[in-house]
């Protein structure tokens, strides 16, 4: 069983920038961010496995080219900055591993964090 741990979620306006982080009790093979909007579905936002020096990631369409994605694997650490930050993206951010093939948004995910919440308002 992994923990997990969310931690910079908060308040922002439109345009501006947040860093979320998560922090693991152990190492884990994927890693991916998930959001949740009150009325929504859960919609997975980017996943990421690194291998020797090569990087694998997997944006969803909404968030490519504003967020990125990245980790730490010294420290059971992944990180999401957030830049360009629209209202639509207001929703409760989730921290998830335990997917082993893909290592994508589609794959199963069974390990979760608590989340953090992220508003975007004016």
């Known amino acids: 069983e992994v923990q997990l741990e969310e931690a910079g979620g908060g308040s922002a306006q439109p345009g501006d920038s947040l860093r979320l982080s998560c922090t693991a009790s152990q190492w884990t093979y994927c890693m991916a961010w998930f959001r949740q909007a009150p009325g929504k579905e859960r919609e997975g936002v980017a996943s990421?496995?690194?291998?020797?020096?090569?990087?694998?990631?997997d944006y969803s369409d909404s968030v490519k080219g504003r967020f990125t994605i990245s980790k730490e694997n010294s420290k059971n650490k992944m990180w999401l900055v957030m830049d360009n930050l629209r209202p639509e993206d207001t929703a409760m951010y989730y921290c998830?591993?335990?997917?082993?093939?893909?290592?994508?948004?589609?794959?199963?995910?069974?390990?979760w964090g608590q989340g953090t919440q992220v508003t975007v308002s004016t």
């Open positions: 998830a591993t335990g997917s082993k093939y893909p290592c994508a948004l589609r794959g199963r995910f069974e390990e």
């Open positions: 990421i496995r690194t291998a020797g020096n090569a990087v694998y990631t």
